[in-house]
Structures are given as structure tokens and as C-alpha cells.
């Protein structure tokens, strides 16, 4: 697909990026997000779900409307050999990658949030060895804590320690790594702009809390 022609210079023009968590809070938004920015978009799944599967293809329908055409990928983002083989095929057929937004959901099951942190540590350290060196080379990794209980703030506080654990794990001058923390009740619109802001400014912080504070 070529891409469709727009007024001015899109912030992220040439760049190539992968939004991992299909059926997620925030892939959808994320990677049209980036779409609209001028990224081609390729979209990859948390785990080998088919309902996954079928709205990453949604996803990258809505991509492909504004002209931005990229890949589905269906694999387990906790498995390190299927991170890497994900990202070679990206980098095969999409281009080479500059940008990877972890949006993936905790789930319903027991170990769901295990799970979700287990993706985000395999594939930001996968990205962050593949795109250091290339221009603008950026991880971005959601944490949705609109779950974040009322009396005390438990939830909120375990968000918060585990975005400073990642960044300590991910820690590579090459690589600029952030965490974004959405907190209870923000609307999609702060959410979208928070990530653009990421994806092209400068970062200035490993963890950024959106929303309410």
C-alpha cells in the first residue's frame, strides 16, 4: 500500500513502529495514534489468543485507512524466542524499527498482571538490542492503573514501583526507555497525546504519570 499523502511533515514520518497488546486498553488508541503521526504501524499480539488475533487485524484495518500499512504478528510477547523472531520479521517487512509501545493486557486470570510484566521486560530488552544505534530509537510501555483502588492507593503504588524497576532494567543510554502511567478515570484523548508527546520529544524522565495524580 503506498502511503497516502498528507498537508506538512508528520511528526513521525518514516518511522517504523510496533504496538504490542492487542485487545489491550490502549492498542487501538496507540497505534492509531501513531498512524495519524505518519508511522507504518505493525501490530502483535500478548499471547497466541485468536480473539487477540482478530483485533490486531482491526487495528491494522483502521492503520491502513489513513495509509499506513504494516503486519499482524500472533505470538506469546513473553516468549523471548518469539520476540525475536517478531522483530526480525518486522524488520524484514515492514522496515527497520525505531519505535515499540508495549500496550498489553494484564488479563482476567490469576497471573494475568505476572504475565504483562514478564512481555514487558522480554520485549523492551529485545527492542532495546535490536533498534540502539538507529535514529529516534524509542521503547514506550503503558501501565494501565485505572484499577487503582479508592482507600490507599495500593494498586497505584505497585504500578509505580514495578515502572521503577523497569527503568532500572532497562536502563541503555542508546535507547530511550519510559514508562506511562495511566491513572484512574483519564480520558483517551490525554492518553493519546501523553504517548505522541513520548514517541517525539525528548525524554526527560524513565516514568511519566498520566492523568490525575
Known amino acids: ?8 511533515r508528520l511528526p513521525l514520518a518514516g518511522r517504523n ?3 504490542v ?3 489491550g486498553p490502549y492498542a487501538r ?14 501490530i502483535a499480539t500478548a499471547a497466541e489468543v485468536a480473539a487477540q488475533e482478530t483485533e490486531a487485524n482491526s487495528i491494522l484495518n483502521e492503520c491502513w485507512t489513513l495509509g499506513r500499512d504494516g503486519i499482524v504478528l500472533r505470538l506469546d510477547a513473553a516468549d523471548p524466542a518469539a520476540v525475536e523472531a517478531a522483530l526480525d520479521r518486522v524488520d524484514r517487512e515492514a522496515g527497520p524499527l525505531h519505535l515499540l509501545v508495549h500496550a498489553a493486557p494484564a488479563g482476567e486470570e490469576p497471573d494475568g498482571t505476572l504475565a504483562a510484566a514478564t512481555s514487558a521486560f522480554v520485549c523492551i530488552a529485545a527492542a532495546r538490542r535490536r533498534i540502539a544505534g538507529r535514529a529516534d530509537a524509542r ?8 484499577g487503582t483502588a479508592d482507600a490507599g492507593g495500593a494498586d497505584r503504588e505497585a504500578a509505580l514501583d514495578f515502572a521503577g524497576a523497569l527503568s532500572e532494567q532497562t536502563d541503555d543510554e542508546a535507547v530511550a526507555v519510559q514508562a506511562l502511567l495511566v491513572t484512574r478515570g483519564t480520558a483517551p484523548m490525554v492518553v493519546r497525546d501523553a504517548l505522541l508527546t513520548a514517541s517525539t520529544a525528548d525524554i526527560a524522565a524513565p516514568i511519566v504519570l498520566v492523568g490525575a495524580p
Do not use: C, F, K
Not at 1 to 8: H, I, V
Not at 139 to 146: E, G, S
Open 17 to 19: 513502529a510496533l504496538v
Open 29 to 42: 488508541l496507540a497505534a492509531i495514534a501513531l498512524a495519524e503521526a505518519g508511522a507504518r504501524v505493525s
Open 1 to 8: 500500500m503506498t502511503e497516502r499523502s498528507l498537508p506538512g
Open 139 to 146: 521503547v514506550l510501555y503503558l501501565i494501565d492503573a485505572q
Open 21 to 23: 497488546g492487542a485487545g
